[in-house]
T-cell receptor, first 114, second 114 residues
């Protein structure tokens, strides 16, 4: 199994630009999570989906952030417009079952907004 | 307010030595507690997950303990190896009528020196 796949691995963009991060969960997993990690705030849960439906998006920082899961094998996290304070590593994770099950993390996307 | 505090923030030990990392939480109502290992530049990897009724759980040289009465957990690493150098993150899950919620500790950065 390839594990959770994220793309791109690195993204450098200018303030105001749209950024789209992509995730392919492990096949057969029905929950998907988006996290953000910074030195200052550590790891934060942004949103999670179960069976492609957003269950909890209370961690999404503001309206500039949106996430979709059009099917069981693909999800996107979009930031529009991006700001320098969005610079972070964004992780996608998947699990069988919901929050109480073991989550498997992808390698992350390192985002730098100039 | 739900909180997870980890100590120490950082730790340096010699290869072959044992060490213990601490996690204190005030999360309620408690659902489970997980320890993750995160190598530099990679996503977190689950080490253990414990529910209320579990006191100890091992994963190779890693042993996690949980005292639900005092709301404390520890992660003990036996005969440390250079590859144990990483950040260790404690995550506590709460489950109430609003659903599940994860609270993350700030992590302990462990360095194992030869």
């Amino acid at each position: 199994d390839a594990g959770v796949i994220q793309s791109p691995r690195h993204e450098v963009t200018e303030m105001g630009q749209e950024v789209t991060l992509r995730c392919k969960p492990i096949s057969g997993h029905n929950s998907l999570f988006w996290y953000r990690q910074t030195m200052m705030r550590g790891l934060e849960l942004l949103i999670y989906f179960n069976n492609n439906v957003p269950i909890d998006d209370s961690g999404m920082p503001e309206d500039r952030f949106s996430a979709k899961m059009p099917n069981a094998s693909f999800s996107t996290l979009k930031i529009q417009p991006s700001e320098p304070r969005d610079s972070a590593v964004y992780f996608c994770a998947s699990s069988m079952g919901q929050m109480q099950e073991t989550q498997y993390f992808g390698p992350g996307t390192r985002l730098l907004v100039l | 307010k739900n909180q997870v505090e980890q100590s120490p923030q950082s730790l340096i030990i010699l290869e072959g030595k044992n060490c213990t990392l601490q996690c204190n939480y005030t999360v309620s109502p408690f659902s489970n507690l997980r320890w993750y290992k995160q190598d530099t530049g990679r996503g977190p990897v689950s080490l253990t997950i414990m529910t209320f009724s579990e006191n100890t759980k091992s994963n190779g040289r890693y042993t996690a303990t949980l005292d639900a009465d005092t709301k404390q957990s520890s992660l003990h690493i036996t005969a440390s190896q250079l590859s144990d150098s990483a950040s260790y993150i404690c995550v506590v899950s709460a489950h109430d009528n609003a659903g599940n919620m994860l609270t993350f500790g700030g992590g302990t950065r462990l360095m194992v020196k030869p």
